[in-house]
């Protein structure tokens, strides 16, 4: 990737995701701009909706049935709406560190931990709107359990992250996801997968796939749209039907499901499907780098805990273990604020936030794999030099 100045940067983010062969693949490309020829919208349905929605029902094991949006929040929104409607419950249980985007009801501040309402995290969330979400810590099956109990016949849905990317990467511990599962089906809440970083990149049926538990419904953005604006929410039929037209649950948009967004995205789905190997490749190289940076920072003697799964890892500054928000929070993030600089002085462009995934796309070898150890091991004598010195100075 290259910047107004026209520096060269290894990009590790990767659009947040859906980058997944790198820009501008010349196939995507391709598929966008033969489309956009005949209009980039019709506001009407297109035949490469369908063949889009026959490939998501297809590769995603829980959905039946699937509509088209423009975003991941619009995605979450839709799919909170539709829980509510199908159970008519309103509250939602929502996990401390998950991101589902924009919506209002989504924006409310990660409490310390204790089961608690939600209180407004950014001005303009209304009061009302934050007590219809319950907060609960990721990982910890036992609070959620407490709050369904607490809130009996009162909560219509619980969304997450089923590996969340959001707070750092924070992998779902044994039990976790099924235990939600069983929850759910005991106390008919609708179990929603948010898998719009997960989905098609850990596998291409998303982490559902990986981890053989499957949501009432799933929300997915990013690779689905193949870099363009696109979104989408599908799951069981018997709930999907209660979206209008088919029921009374009301969700449109004019743009949803434009043709040119459609074509990218059935291309990157295509290519995906036909490189059977791309999800090995891609988890092995991630692995190497992995391996090889803990080894750099042991070797500097600075704490440096890697949570991994597939193509997507954080680098915590801190010993570990991270298994939910508040151990995120424990990072060093002065540290990481450094780390991040001296990288991206050296050509290696990492998420600016301690509270991000990197995403490894296909363009990453084992050439820029060296040139990333190579950057890191400079940074680190500086960070290593830096922190010398602050010692030293203390009293
Ligand atoms: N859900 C998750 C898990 C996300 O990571 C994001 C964005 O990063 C969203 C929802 C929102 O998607 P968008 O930015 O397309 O609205």
């Known amino acids: 990737m290259y910047d107004e100045d026209g520096n060269r940067y290894i990009d590790l983010i990767n659009s947040w995701g859906p980058m997944i062969f ?7 490309i391709d598929a966008a701009q033969s489309a956009l020829v005949n209009s ?11 063949e889009m929605a026959m490939l998501v029902a297809d590769l995603v094991p829980s959905i039946e049935k699937v509509r088209m949006v423009n975003s991941g929040t619009e995605a979450t929104m839709s799919a909170i709406r539709l829980s509510r409607g199908y159970t008519g419950k309103d509250k939602f249980i929502k996990f401390e560190g998950c991101y589902h985007g924009h919506g209002d009801s989504f924006l409310i501040a990660a409490g310390s931990g204790l089961v608690t309402l939600g209180v407004p995290d950014s001005p303009g969330v209304t009061k009302g709107t934050a007590t219809d979400t319950l907060l609960a810590r990721y990982n910890d099956l036992e609070q959620v359990q407490e709050l369904v109990a607490k809130y009996k016949g009162q909560i219509a849905a619980i969304i997450l992250e089923p590996v969340a990317g959001n707070m750092g990467l924070v992998l779902p511990e044994k039990g976790f996801l099924e235990g939600l599962r069983a929850l ?5 809440i609708v179990l929603i997968f948010d ?15 990986v981890f053989g538990v499957l949501p009432d419904l799933t929300c997915l953005g990013k690779i689905v749209g193949g870099g ?19 029921g009374p649950i009301y969700q449109a948009g004019t743009l949803s499901g434009n043709p040119v967004a459609m074509h990218a995205g059935v ?4 290519l995906l499907k036909k490189d059977s190997n791309v999800f090995t ?10 391996c090889e940076m803990q080894k750099l920072f042991d070797a500097a003697d600075i704490p440096l805990c890697i949570n991994r799964i597939g193509s997507m890892l954080t680098f915590f500054m801190q010993n570990g273990p991270v298994r939910n928000f508040d151990e995120s929070k424990q990072s060093d993030l002065v540290l990481f604020g450094s780390f991040f600089r001296e990288m991206l002085e050296r050509g290696v462009y990492l998420p600016p936030s ?10 990453i070898g084992s050439s820029e794999i060296d040139q990333i150890l190579g950057a890191t091991t400079d940074a680190l004598i500086k960070l290593s030099l830096s922190r010398q010195v602050s010692q030293d100075r203390k009293p």
């Open 22 to 28: 790198g820009h501008a693949q010349p196939d995507i």
């Open 228 to 246: 363009l604006p696109v979104g989408a929410y599908g799951g069981k039929a018997e709930i999907m039907d209660h979206v209008s037209p088919a």
């Open 354 to 363: 301690q509270f991000e995934s990197l995403f490894i796309s296909t363009c």
């Open 267 to 270: 291309t990157m789905l295509n």
């Open 195 to 209: 898998e719009v970083m997960t989905g098609f990149r850990l596998s291409l049926g998303g982490a559902q796939e």
């Open 281 to 290: 490749r891609l988890s092995e190289t991630t692995e190497v780098l992995a």
């Open 184 to 188: 759910c089906d005991a106390e008919e």
């Open 40 to 50: 980039s919208s019709f506001g009407a349905p297109t035949e490469i909706e369908i």
